[in-house]
């Protein structure tokens, strides 16, 4: 396993240019890498494998003072075979995204699954997200996603990067725990879903269905697709036709609306409870959501 380098980086070196570069989407497309930072996120990308044994952290960047706090995810990181360089905290901040960096950033291999093997796995609870074009939404949808139980998510190809380095920050680290498919155009989401059995929801806040009631008359607990719009101007009437019903969150009080990642998570922790109750998909799982 290589070793930490006994001397700091050059903020000249080519691995430190390499790194920066990966700020720009055209730069992470073409080595097909991209940053994750802090502790939490490099943890999880140094446990993490691809399918084919392949890990994803592939460098990690350091202070000194990082590698003495976190030595236990430096040595993590050695163990997946990602080289560590020690870096003055000039470096870490030229290579970072952040305004504040917390010390450890890392380089890590595109992790998306092809939507085909998504559809292969039978999933039973899918974030599909269509016209999120926020990053920090986008990751924070995820990580609701990953905290539900969530199978898979789908990031259409009118949504953001999921690499984009607020994306990743906002997942804090769930990017790490579920399939996520990229690119999808939004039809073949649907369509692809519905035929695995999927029933496929729209979440907006002017749909003609109440969650509540929807829980009340027991039609949530098969397998389901939540679809979630931009923030702002919500989906589309072309992509709300897609679903099989428009589902509102109600609300009980005066605010006008919830932003999109709380409605997320109301919406799929209400799947996720009707799918574990009787007569729901997932009856007997496991609180962490492993079928018996």
């Known amino acids: 396993m290589p070793p930490v380098s006994p001397e700091l980086i050059s903020p000249r070196s080519s691995r430190v240019s390499a790194a920066r ?19 939490q996120a490099v943890r999880e990308a140094a446990g993490h494998r691809a399918a084919d044994g392949t890990p994803s952290l592939v460098e990690l960047f350091t202070t ?58 039978r999933p039973r609870l899918v974030a599909v997200l269509a016209h999120v074009r926020d990053p920090g939404n986008a990751g924070t949808v995820l990580r609701c996603a990953d905290a539900a139980g969530a199978d898979a998510v789908v990031l259409t190809d009118a949504s953001v990067d999921l690499y984009n380095p607020k994306a990743v920050r906002a997942s804090v680290g769930s990017l790490f725990h579920l399939p996520v498919a990229v690119g999808v155009p939004v039809e073949r989401a649907v369509s692809g879903l519905r035929d695995a059995g999927v029933r496929i929801l729209a979440a907006d806040g002017a749909g003609a269905h109440d969650l509540d009631d929807e829980l009340d008359k027991g039609t949530m607990g098969g397998p389901t697709a939540w679809v979630f719009g931009n923030e702002a101007w919500g989906l589309p009437e072309e992509t709300r036709a897609l679903a099989d019903a428009v589902v509102r969150v109600p609300i009980h009080g005066q605010a006008e609306s919830l932003n999109l990642a709380t409605a997320a998570a109301v919406c799929l922790y209400a799947s996720a409870r009707a799918q574990r109750a009787e007569g729901g998909c997932r009856h007997g799982a496991s609180a962490h959501g492993t079928a018996p």
């Open 21 to 39: 570069r990966l700020a720009k989407r055209n730069f992470r497309g073409k080595d097909r890498l991209f940053l994750a930072e802090g502790p």
């Open 64 to 121: 000194v003072e990082a590698a003495e706090r976190h030595a236990a995810i430096v040595q993590q990181a050695r163990r997946a075979g990602a080289r560590v360089h020690l870096a003055a905290d000039e470096v870490i901040a030229d290579i970072s995204t952040t305004v504040t960096p917390q010390g450890l950033v890392g380089v890590c291999r595109f992790l998306d699954t092809p939507f085909e093997a998504i559809l292969t796995s």
